[in-house]
């Protein structure tokens, strides 16, 4: 992953730190191709544009259900099982006071399990000299695991975080967002406008742009996710969050950018995070830390 710092600064420091590093206690609180009429309905937006984002996690984890009412959702109907995995890329701009910090990094998801593994980078001066080593994260259901977290913890050890704690259910906790939590986040989509056609890595890609509900996403949202998204639906001022994402000629996700902003003591902090997918149906190696690995001891708090 690689760090891009717009402006340099106390205050970008500080909500580095936060997005990745896990301190979220100071938010507590915040806020086939086309064709025929179906194509014509898809470009128009409306329903079939709703419906097509909403069912942008099913593309991927191959539980599709129905057939849809157009040529896209037809499409992801009979190829989401083929998705299963992907490369994932995220990139977590945070800014305030003026300030801006932009966190990338890279890493392999899979989309059955609800398992992934990410490296995550933070600036050198981002939370203190020491932390600024590549942190390593497995996500899994409820949970989210980091290596060189800093604060206090040993390099060789694990910390364990349980995600429906968080105030923002890991949104923003961890630096990026969980592939599977962004896409969950989209079957809360209530308003939904079709952009244009485009191309995204070489890829053909319909562009859709709306905003989200965190709390009717919670209650769409597959077991596995359910429990941080009703999270961030408690956690955040407002549940309201607007989004860009862009589908495929199969239905499923290849970029998706959420927005996000938080109030706490300080000035406001607006936080983007993109979700970046390709190479689907990649290999993914998740293993879990064994219970000696994990701290338990005393976490800093910078």
């Known amino acids: ?79 989401g099982a083929e998705a299963g995995s992907a490369r994932v890329r995220t990139a977590m701009e945070t800014a305030a006071g003026g300030t801006r910090v932009t966190i990338r990094g890279d890493g392999t998801y899979d989309f059955h399990r609800r398992t992934g593994r990410l490296r995550v980078v ?17 996500l899994v259901p409820g949970a989210l695991y980091m290596m060189n977290r800093g604060a206090g913890v040993p390099a060789d050890k694990w910390v364990r975080i349980d995600t429906t704690t968080l105030a923002d259910g890991n949104l923003v906790t961890g630096g990026a967002t969980d592939p599977m939590v962004a896409v969950e986040l989209l079957r809360g989509a209530r308003q939904v406008t079709y952009v244009e056609r485009t191309v995204l890595g070489g890829v053909r890609v319909r562009h859709y742009r709306g905003v989200s509900d965190i709390g009717r996403a919670a209650r769409e ?41 938080f109030a706490g003591e300080g000035p406001a902090v607006e936080v983007t995070s993109t979700t970046s997918l390709s190479e689907f149906g990649v290999p ?3 293993r879990l830390p064994d219970d000696r690995d994990i701290y338990t001891g005393k976490i800093e708090q910078r």
């Open 122 to 138: 933070l600036p050198e001066d981002a939370a203190g000299a020491d932390e600024h080593r590549p942190i390593t994260e497995l």
């Open 1 to 79: 992953m690689v760090v891009q710092r717009h402006r340099s600064g106390r205050g970008a420091r500080a909500v580095c730190a936060l997005a990745a590093v896990g301190v979220m206690a100071a938010t507590a609180g915040c806020g086939g191709g086309r064709g025929g009429d179906s194509a014509v309905a898809e470009e128009r937006g409306g329903a079939d544009s709703l419906d097509m984002v909403r069912r942008a996690a099913e593309a991927l984890d191959g539980t599709v259900s129905g057939t849809g009412t157009g040529t896209l959702a037809g499409a992801a109907s009979r190829t």
């Open 221 to 261: 949202a597959s077991p596995g996710s359910r429990g941080a998204l009703a999270a961030a639906a408690k956690g955040f001022r407002t549940r309201a969050v607007p989004f860009d994402v862009y589908l495929d000629e199969q239905g499923r996700l290849r970029e998706v950018r959420h927005r996000f902003s």
């Open 284 to 286: 993914v190696s998740v």
